[in-house]
């Protein structure tokens, strides 16, 4: 983009800037259609060691804390631990905390064998039964700080809070929230690849095989967008 690279990745109205469009609805609008091509379907799952553990997005109330979070989106991360080193990662905004929600995503995107561990809250009990191998380190106990057993899940946690400021200045809406995570992991699982121009060409080829959602869709998707336009043709 003429040499001009958003530090966070690219937001509507940068994007407006850089490329010199008038519209900014134009520009959001390309941007959550391209979000929208950056998962294939069947993308290979997790294998190995995998940490999973939670982590909230937004803003919340006064003496709310911890898993008694209400009104903050809730994002569960599961990442590749390959001898210490981060792997590839998956993400996922769930409504709560209980087994169906945890555990469902540990089945979509870790392959089965592989080994789970997580701190000792009770949605992970049991996903050994799902042909998991299952580890538990009870942090709510221990002496060391929690980014000691966790360290990938800490260091993409606050990797994401971090692009969600830079990009969104953390106004990510809830209806939206999916496709910006699966933006950040696009870009993390493929930040150390230099062959950038090959990325782009990979993605533009997915795009022209996802399903067109019609911008009037998007915006209404927020709950403040548009509403669908009036039919005026002549009635017979």
Known sequence: MGGHRQKYGANALGLKRTLGLGSYETTWAWLHKLRRAMVRPDRDQLFGDVEVDETYLGEEAPG???????????????????????????????????????????????????????????????????????????????????????????????????????TRHGAISKEHLDYYLDEFTFRFNRRMSRARGLLFYRLITQAVRTTHVDTDALFRATGRGRRPRRDTSPQG
Not at 83 to 95: A, F, K, M, N
Not at 96 to 112: A, E, H, R, W, Y
Not at 145 to 165: D, E, M, N, Q
């Open 64 to 166: 709310i804390t911890g898993r008694r979070t209400i009104n903050r989106a809730i994002v569960v991360i599961a990442v590749e631990m390959n001898g210490g080193q981060i792997g590839r990662i998956r993400l996922r905004h769930v409504p709560n905390l209980n087994m169906t929600s945890l555990q469902g995503f540990i089945v979509d995107v870790v392959k089965p064998g592989s080994l789970i561990h997580t701190d000792g809250w009770q949605g992970y009990a049991g996903i050994a039964s799902k042909g998991f191998r299952h580890r538990v380190t009870v942090t709510r106990t221990s002496s060391q700080p929690a980014h000691v057993p966790f360290p990938g899940i800490h260091r993409v946690a606050s990797l994401l809070k971090r692009w969600c400021l830079g």
